[in-house]
Every structure is written in C-alpha cells, then in structure tokens.
C-alpha cells in the first residue's frame, strides 16, 4: 500500500474519531477539542494530496483552515465561558433550553 | 540490510508519528479529565506536524506547530484552567449519545474506507510529486488565489468582531 494511501486512511480515522468525539463526549470544552482534531484530519488530507501532486492548491486551503480554527476557537472560547457564568457548569446538557 | 533500513527510514518515521496521532486521537475520546485530553491533542498535533515535515512540506509543520500548539492549544489550555475542576462533566465522561456514537463512527469509518479503497486514484500521472517550496507556495497565494487571502483577513477581522460582542455582553450581564 502506497504512503499517500496510508495517510488517506489516518486522515479519515482522525476525522471520524474527532466526530465521534463531538458527539459523545459530555465536556463542551472537550466537544470543541474534537472539532479541532477533526480540522487535522482534513489538513493531513489536504497536505498528502498537496505532497502527491506537487502543487501549492492543498496548502492554500491549509493555511485557510489554519486561520478558521484560530477564528472558531477566539469566538467559541468566550462563549463557552460565558455559558459557564450562566449555567455554573460546563455539561452540554445543560444548554439544551438553547434550543429554540 | 542497514542501507534499506537507512533508506526507507522518513517512510518508516512517517508510519511512527501516523500511528502516535491516530493513537492519542484515540485517546481524547477514553481520557477523563479536560487537561489530559487537551495534552493528547498536543501530542497527536505535534505528530501530524512531524509527518508534514517528513513530507517535505516545511512551512506547514512549523506553522502547524507555531498556530495550533503555540496558539490554539496554549488559549484552549488557559480556558480549561480558567474553569472549576470540580464540575461533575469533568468526572462523567460520555453523554446519553454514546451507543449512538460508537454506531455511526463504525458506519462513518466504514463507509469512509470504501471510499479510499475503491476510489482513490493512484499518483497521478505527469504530476512532479515532488514538493514544492515556501517561493512558489506564497506566489501563487498571492497571484492566482488571492481572493482566499482576502476571505482569510475578512474572517479575522469577522472574528475580532464578534469577540469583541461577546466580551461587551458579558459586561451587560455583569451589570443587569
């Protein structure tokens, strides 16, 4: 089996897991965690492809997501402490009067 | 024996630090307290970046170590200690949708396998494969794709924004 495929197949483990992740996990800073880890997997994806066929296209979108994760994580972070100040705990499933 | 062994060494590193990620990956989702997920995280990020190095692919390791270790992890690590340790999501680590989890991650890893197995092309041919550097990466950023540079810096300052309204209406609900 080829490298590129290897690291096809750790990109999805590392997506799929980071999903699983966001949907069992109770901590909300955990949840967030796993998004982030979730973000790594399609980097690896986008970084072997980028490596295969010699181009920059993958790492342009790298370095997009690179600039979305720091934006989710500036904006979630605040919000999450000050769910934590309404709510005195960090279990998701305390928020679920936000739904609508 | 050794020169094969010398030879096929950055394959076999690459291997190494794909299996450290996908094994701390696996850890997030057994370990219990925040910090110690948040370490495994570290680890399986520092990981990835040793793969990208051993790629070839240089700016992107040391970026990925400088933006989501050095900024990423260091704020997700403050807000953790920020926050009280003795909340009980800190000891109960999985919600009610647990089984359902488990069952859509073997459907999603399955399905996701498929995929790669029957449908992943081969190296493509006529590409160089080899890798390209930081001159090349950055011209073509800013030539050919600049409208994703000029989306990144709308989003930051999207982002600068909205932190700012979520600091304001935390002092509002400081003093209502």
């Not at chain 2, 690590?77 to 009610?96: G, K």
């Not at chain 2, 069952?103 to 081969?122: I, V």
């Not at chain 2, 590409?127 to 990144?152: K, N, Q, R, V």
Request: aromatic residues 10%; hydrophobic residues 60%; neutral net charge.
């Amino acid at each position: 089996m080829d490298k590129v495929q290897v690291l096809q197949f750790v990109a999805a483990a590392l997506f799929a897991l980071g999903l699983t992740g966001v949907v069992i996990r109770r901590n909300v800073l955990v949840m967030l965690m796993c998004m982030e880890l979730m973000l790594n997997g399609v980097n690896l994806s986008l970084v072997t492809f980028a490596h295969a066929m010699g181009s920059a296209v993958g790492a342009v979108l790298v370095f997009l997501i690179f600039v979305v994760a720091t934006a989710e994580i500036a904006v979630a972070i605040p919000i999450v402490l000050l769910l934590v100040r309404r709510k005195r705990t960090l279990d998701v499933g305390s928020f679920s009067d936000l739904k609508g | 024996m050794i020169r094969d062994f010398l030879a096929n060494l950055d394959t076999l590193l690459i291997y190494a630090f794909a299996a450290l990620a996908l094994a701390s990956a696996a850890a997030m989702l057994v370990l219990r307290t925040p910090m110690r997920v948040a370490l495994a995280l570290i680890t399986c990020m520092v990981s990835l970046g040793g793969v990208y190095g051993l790629l070839g692919v240089h700016f992107v390791a040391a970026f990925q170590v400088l933006i989501y270790v050095g900024a990423v992890m260091v704020f997700m690590v403050y807000a953790i200690m920020l926050l009280d340790p003795r909340d009980e999501a800190a000891t109960a680590r999985y919600s009610s949708l647990l089984w359902p989890g488990v069952f859509g991650f073997a459907l999603l890893a399955e399905a996701l396998a498929a995929g790669y197995w029957n449908d992943l092309p081969g190296a493509p041919r006529g590409a160089t494969g080899g890798s390209f550097d930081i001159a090349s990466f950055s011209s073509a950023f800013l030539s050919e794709y600049w409208l994703h540079f000029e989306l990144t810096s709308v989003l930051l300052l999207v982002a600068v924004v909205a932190a700012i309204a979520v600091i304001r209406e935390n002092r509002r609900s400081d003093r209502g």
